[in-house]
């Protein structure tokens, strides 16, 4: 049962404040759990509280800590942390709005994460062996940052996210080292061609500051080529992060000084995914063009379609997402949806319909690794948390490799991927 609760301000890796909460229970047990932040937001995510004002430059979240600290302490205290869906019920029904926005999807956030920690700490087993999935416990395929743009890179280029998948690994930990591999040898070409190998952006990648998104690409293939990789063995991913991109119904990509038609764009797509081996493309248009998403999934069936800010782990979408089949997977977000419960929901409907799930770290994120054990527990099979830098990525990877050496757990391997199998 939950005696205390107690959250505080702590700081995500961007340096802004986010919501930290422990939980002690009556047998003297703790959990704690900090909360991720977005930067590339989308508009149906759960909703955060931040102050506004003068401190942090108006980030602070003071006010979500208070409701957590003088209103959830309230609603969950004396509750059994067995019974997560219960919390996380009486939490969204204590908030009463939709995207949890009247006291903070934050503040309700790490409620459910602390609560689902100090679980597992009472029942003194690991966080992924308390959760359960619609498929058996494994260690996801990493998706892994290498290049960025975006608002992740101070726009360097239009496309937010360049990424890695080690397609032939055997192993998630030979798969990570395959991918820093990919990594160093795409940072002496960077340096080469007249990128700066130094400027890192907010997930630990290189900012790519090359003349046009193709630019990247083509780095990132070289980079792979460079490794010694083979398409079968290391495969392309992108994050294009299209809302970032729409204006008035336009995708404009200002690093090269065009505005394409969403017809056009996606024809420029298509010719990628021609020339280079990309495997999954996530936000291909802007996150309210079913049209377009509709369009981008029925002309590749080989690649993942994969909807984040589209779905924005938000189940009535992800169902309206599987009716039109605007997509073929889903990017899981923690904090889109506001609780771990909600998430759940979302993988189970998901893979019951045939989709496949990434689950994904946000660009402001922290040290703590939940998020590596939640993939693990439902059997997501992929997983997105950044580059193979920067400790507030390393900590999800490095839990990863740790649940590996322990030698108990599959490695879901290249059929992880929607549209991999022939
Ligand atoms: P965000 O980016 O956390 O800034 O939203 C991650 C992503 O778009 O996948
Ligand atoms: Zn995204």
Redesign the pocket.
């Given at each position: 049962r939950i005696a205390r609760t107690h959250a505080w301000e702590a700081l995500d890796s961007r340096g802004r404040p986010t919501v930290a909460c422990t939980l002690t229970l009556a047998n003297g047990v703790e959990g704690r759990a900090v909360v991720?932040?977005?930067?590339?937001?989308?508009r149906h995510e759960a909703l955060e509280q931040r102050d506004g004002g003068e401190r942090y430059g108006g980030w602070g979240v003071s006010g979500a800590v208070r409701a957590v600290n003088e209103e959830y302490a309230r609603v969950v205290e004396g509750r059994s942390v067995a019974d997560r869906v219960g919390i996380d019920a009486a939490v969204e029904e204590h908030d009463g709005t939709d995207n949890l926005g009247r006291l903070g999807s934050n503040a309700a956030l790490a409620i459910s994460l602390a609560a689902t920690v100090a679980h597992a700490a009472s029942e003194r087993t690991p966080l992924w062996s308390t959760l359960t999935g619609p498929r058996p416990a494994s260690i996801p395929m990493p998706m892994v940052n290498i290049l960025s743009g975006g608002?992740?890179a101070g726009r360097a280029v239009d496309v937010?996210?360049f990424l890695a998948v080690p397609v032939g690994a055997a192993s998630f930990t030979e798969g990570i080292e395959q991918v820093a591999r990919v990594r160093a040898e795409c940072a002496r070409l960077l340096d080469q061609r007249g990128g700066w190998s130094a400027l890192v952006a907010?997930?630990g990648g290189l900012a790519a500051k090359l003349d046009s998104n193709e630019a990247v690409l083509a780095l990132l293939a070289d980079g792979i080529d460079a490794a010694g990789f083979g398409a079968d063995e290391m495969a392309i991913a992108l994050?294009i992060?299209a809302t970032q991109l729409v204006e008035g119904g336009a995708i404009v990509l200002a690093g090269q000084g065009e505005r394409l038609g969403v017809a056009e764009w996606l024809d420029l797509v298509a010719g990628w995914t021609e020339r280079y081996p990309i495997v999954s493309i996530?936000?291909v248009v802007g996150e309210d063009d079913w049209e377009g998403s509709r369009a981008a999934t029925a002309r590749l069936p080989h690649v993942q379609m994969l909807g984040?800010?589209h779905f924005a782990t938000n189940l009535d979408r992800v169902r309206r997402g599987i009716d039109e089949r605007s997509a073929n997977a889903v990017?899981v977000?923690v904090n889109q949806a506001g609780s771990v419960s909600r998430a759940e929901r979302v993988v189970f409907e998901a893979i019951g319909a045939g989709f496949e799930t990434v689950v994904?770290?946000?660009?402001?994120d922290t040290e703590d690794s939940w998020l590596a054990d939640l993939a693990v527990g439902w059997g997501a099979r992929q997983i997105?948390v950044g580059s193979t830098m920067r400790s507030e990525r390393t900590a999800k990877w490095n839990r990863l490799l740790e649940l590996e050496s322990v030698g108990d757990l599959p490695f879901a391997g290249r059929e992880a991927l929607a549209g991999q199998r022939s």
């Open positions: 991720p932040s977005g930067a590339s937001t989308g608002a992740h937010q996210d907010d997930e994050d992060a996530e936000d984040d800010d990017l977000k994904s770290a946000r660009s402001g997105k």
